[in-house]
C-alpha cells in the first residue's frame, strides 16, 4: 500500500469515530510488513478521561492480532484539521514504546497536507523501560 492509500484508509476508519462530545473524528491506518492494515478511530466516553484516541486503537487492534513492534512499518493519523493531524501526547508515549523508533509517521488533513516524522522526531527522549 502505497502512502496516498494509507492516508484514503485513515480518512475512511474516521467514519468508524464515536465523537459525540468533542465533535473531532480521527482516523488511523497502521501498515505492517504482510500488508494487512489496522484501523483505528477516537472513542469517547462521556467520562471525558476514558477517551481513547484513534492511533492507539489501531495499535492495540493490531497487537490483538498478534503483531508486534517488528510487524509495523508506517502508520498515518488524520482529521479534519488545518494542518497535519498530530498524535497526542499520551499516544507519543505508546508508539515510542510499541512502534518502531524510526518508522514513518504521516500526519495529514482532509485537504491533502502530508508530514512525515519518526516517533523519536515526535517524542525526543522518551521515558521507557530503561528509566525503571
Ligand atoms: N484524538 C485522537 O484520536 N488522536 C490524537 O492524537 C489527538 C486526539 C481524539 C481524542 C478525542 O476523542 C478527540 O480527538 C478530541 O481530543
Known amino acids: 500500500m502505497n502512502v496516498e492509500e494509507l492516508i484514503q484508509t485513515a480518512i475512511e476508519a474516521r467514519s468508524l469515530s464515536y465523537s459525540p462530545y468533542s465533535g473531532f473524528a480521527v482516523g488511523a491506518a497502521l501498515?505492517?510488513?504482510?500488508?494487512s492494515?489496522?484501523?483505528g478511530a477516537n472513542v469517547e466516553n462521556a467520562s471525558y478521561p476514558l477517551c481513547m484516541c484513534a492511533e492507539r486503537n489501531a495499535l492495540y487492534s493490531a497487537m490483538m492480532d498478534g503483531k508486534t513492534r517488528e510487524d509495523f512499518?508506517?502508520?498515518?493519523?488524520?482529521?479534519?484539521?488545518e494542518g497535519p493531524t498530530?498524535?497526542?501526547g499520551a499516544c507519543r508515549q505508546v508508539l515510542s514504546e510499541l512502534f518502531p523508533k524510526?518508522?514513518?509517521?504521516?500526519?495529514?488533513?482532509?485537504?491533502?497536507?502530508?508530514?512525515?516524522a519518526s516517533v523519536e522526531e515526535l517524542l525526543p527522549f522518551a521515558f521507557d523501560g530503561d528509566d525503571l
Open 73 to 81: 512499518v508506517a502508520l498515518a493519523v488524520v482529521a479534519d484539521t
Open 37 to 39: 492494515v489496522y484501523v
Open 31 to 35: 501498515e505492517c510488513r504482510d500488508g
Open 102 to 116: 524510526e518508522a514513518p509517521i504521516y500526519m495529514s488533513n482532509l485537504h491533502g497536507m502530508v508530514q512525515k
Open 86 to 88: 498530530s498524535p497526542c
